[in-house]
């Protein structure tokens, strides 16, 4: 019996893998928590998907975001999943924690850029990066590409938070009790995370600016980083205020076959409505556009072969070689 059942999960598990091109896919996306809205931008690119892509059932998975995706994706428990094009680019590569064992990944498309936001306490006593040393501080949700990065730049600027590790929600919760000053999340556009606006609402907060040193030395030793100019308005009561941030994109397994690839990648690029009304920061925007600008490592064939057929000059970091 447990001969006869341990066959059928193997095959079970390996029916997404076996699929042929143009077959009807069963595919699983990983996303982030669900106290984030990028979670919920998730949840309408899927329902986009499904509705849209012929032949594809896709299901959203809650999980540790970027770096916990990409580590799902090589082990093919997901076929879809969130990355940052910062952290995507080098476990294409092979770089950093990614020495050694490249995670095979191919872009489908970014929707959104996310500066990353260094929320605090008002009360906290912290007017300065520069002031974190030593200080309780949650740099990013376990596993997700803001914790690496933050870690990264903090390292970068000589500063030593104390950092404190947690979930979204755990984090959230730490800073309204007061248990931690502050911590590290990913803006939405021009706008705070609504788990910031949530920390807010009773709690005054601030956001840190990088001072124009600071910039230098993050332009000069992580080049994979961008600064934006964030404007006043991101929260109440916040100021204009200048941060590092990365592109946020979808990223597949390189065996995930062409036809599906391309359906999906046509389905999220011709739906952006209901994806707007999830995601503010996509209304307005253009995902090919956005794409062909911030992508940082090769596209899936099946969306290289989409965006082709919109005319558009596809980058040649954008192509495998």
């Known amino acids: 019996m447990k001969s006869k059942s341990l066959f059928f999960a193997i095959v079970l598990g390996m029916a997404g893998t076996l699929a042929q091109p143009g077959q009807a896919r069963d595919l699983l996306i990983g996303s982030t928590s669900s106290a984030s809205s990028h979670y919920g931008y998730f949840v309408a690119a899927t329902r986009v998907i499904n509705e849209n892509a012929e032949g594809v059932s896709a299901t959203v998975v809650e999980t540790g975001a970027t770096v916990d995706n990409l580590r799902r994706l090589s082990r093919q428990q997901i076929d879809l999943g969130l990355v940052t094009t910062n952290i995507g680019y080098q476990a294409f590569n092979g770089l950093n924690d990614f020495e050694g064992r490249p995670v095979p990944t191919k872009l489908l498309w970014v929707y959104t850029v996310a500066p990353q936001n260094v929320v605090m306490r008002a009360d906290a006593g912290v007017a300065r990066l520069e002031d974190l040393d030593g200080v309780r501080l949650n740099p990013g949700i376990r596993g997700s590409a ?139 925007q253009n995902i090919a556009e956005m794409t062909m600008q911030q992508g940082t490592f090769p596209l899936h064939p099946g969306a290289l072969r989409y965006y082709r057929e919109l005319g558009l000059d596809v980058p040649s970091r954008l192509i495998a070689e």
């Open 146 to 284: 803001t914790e690496a990065t933050s870690e990264a730049v903090f390292a970068a600027l000589g500063i030593a938070p104390e950092f404190v590790s947690g979930s979204t929600a755990d984090v959230v919760a730490s800073v309204k009790d007061n248990r931690i000053a502050g911590y590290v999340k990913s803006g939405v556009g021009d706008k705070l995370d609504g788990s910031s606006l949530d920390i807010g609402t009773f709690t005054e907060i601030a956001v840190l600016d990088l001072s124009d040193a600071q910039i230098a030395t993050l332009r000069e030793t992580m080049p994979d980083v961008g600064i934006v100019s964030v404007p006043a308005g991101a929260g109440p009561d916040i100021g204009a205020y200048d941060t590092w941030a990365f592109a946020v994109a979808v990223a597949a397994r390189t065996d995930l076959d062409e036809e599906t690839a391309y359906r999906i990648t046509k389905a999220i690029n011709e739906n952006l409505a209901p994806q707007a009304a999830a995601f503010g920061a996509l209304d307005g």
